[in-house]
T-cell receptor, first 117, second 115 residues
Framework: AQKITQTQPGMFVQEKEAVTLDCTYD???????LFWYKQPSSGEMIFLIY??????QNATEGRYSLNFQKARKSANLVISASQLGDSAMYFC??????????????FGRGTQLTVWP | EAQVTQNPRYLITVTGKKLTVTCSQN?????MSWYRQDPGLGLRQIYY???????DKGDVPEGYKVSRKEKRNFPLILESPSPNQTSLYFC??????????????FGPGTRLTVT
């Protein structure tokens, strides 16, 4: 069974500081992808970053980076230089690349990030 | 522009009144699915479809129906809505052929309230 765990229901960070949002996953499949999504109060799901299980380097997208530790099954999101607009719910998700689950994402429960001035 | 559209975006209805939430994608994706999001629970899959006329249950299918008569459309049907189906619903689509990072598209969401 596939499982995503986000242990931080809420996080607070001051503007311009870096913050790490934790995500651990569980799967026995060797081929999988890990995603982070941002959900502002308006509700839409915004894709942030992706890491494939065979990718050798950690993914980066602008101020977002994914700290991928395969042996520990963790995929933490690091946001550098936080901005007030980063205040949102953040979801970690996993897709297993096989069979009928190819299109499906398994989600964690989310972390509510608040950036204060 | 590649996109997934959902309608309506907001809906308030009463218990037992049948409703349909439409979902359409313009990317020729094979895989489409519906998720519901509830506070503290993340997103949970309701139903999915691997292609036209092929649908199957996700984790929380009770009280919902779907159909996939055309590749681009995947409507979610609530035959007799109940208050516990009050939620935020997302339609999503993706392709088997590419396992790349951005091949997961979400609709804008439908906020449903059942009174």
């Amino acid at each position: 069974a596939q499982k995503i765990t986000q242990t931080q229901p809420g996080m607070f960070v001051q503007e311009k500081e870096a913050v790490t949002l934790d995500c651990t996953y569980d799967t026995s499949d060797p081929s999988y992808g890990l995603f982070w999504y941002k959900q502002p109060s308006s509700g839409e799901m915004i894709f942030l970053i992706y890491q494939g299980s065979y990718d050798q380097q950690n993914a980066t997208e602008g101020r977002y980076s994914l700290n991928f530790q395969k042996a520990r099954k963790s995929a933490n999101l690091v946001i550098s230089a936080s901005q007030l607009g980063d205040s949102a719910m953040y979801f970690c998700a996993m897709r297993v690349n096989r069979g009928s689950t190819l299109g499906r994402l398994y989600f964690g429960r989310g972390t509510q990030l608040t950036v204060w001035p | 522009e590649a996109q997934v559209t959902q309608n309506p975006r907001y809906l308030i209805t009463v218990t037992g009144k049948k409703l349909t939430v439409t979902c359409s994608q313009n990317m020729n994706h094979e895989y489409m699915s519906w998720y519901r999001q509830d506070p503290g629970l993340g997103l949970r899959q309701i139903y999915y479809s691997m292609n036209v006329e092929v649908t199957d249950k996700g984790d929380v299918p009770e009280g919902y129906k779907v159909s996939r008569k055309e590749k681009r459309n995947f409507p979610l049907i609530l035959e007799s809505p109940s208050p516990n189906q009050t939620s935020l619903y997302f339609c999503a689509s993706s392709s088997y052929l590419r396992q790349g990072a951005r091949e997961q598209y979400f609709g804008p969401g439908t906020r449903l309230t059942v009174t």
